[in-house]
């Protein structure tokens, strides 16, 4: 299940057996003021056969106003440090 109803990445968790993310931030949006509100997740979920097999996540931020582009290394280890630490693993 994967919710997007959060301005900023929210924490995940697994629930019987199913990866549950919580919110994936902003991709397209025009909410510059804070760091939190320009980043973002984007999930490529793999099915095969009916079944879940992986799921990659990619980082986002927000540059100009609604332009998205890939995090840097750095960028891209902060967001996760924060999401994972807000995940129930």
């Not at 960028?75 to 129930?88: E, G, I, N, P």
């Amino acid at each position: 299940m994967t919710g997007v109803q959060s301005h900023v990445p929210q924490g995940m968790e697994f629930l019987d057996d199913r990866l549950i993310l919580y919110g994936l931030g902003n991709l397209y949006f025009d909410q510059m003021w804070d760091q939190a509100t320009r980043e973002g997740l984007v999930v490529k979920h793999t099915f095969y056969d009916g079944r879940h097999i992986s799921t990659q996540v990619l980082t986002t931020l927000l540059y100009d106003y609604g332009q998205p582009r890939w995090s840097t290394p750095a960028q891209r280890a902060t967001l996760l440090d924060r999401v994972f630490a807000a995940s129930y693993w």
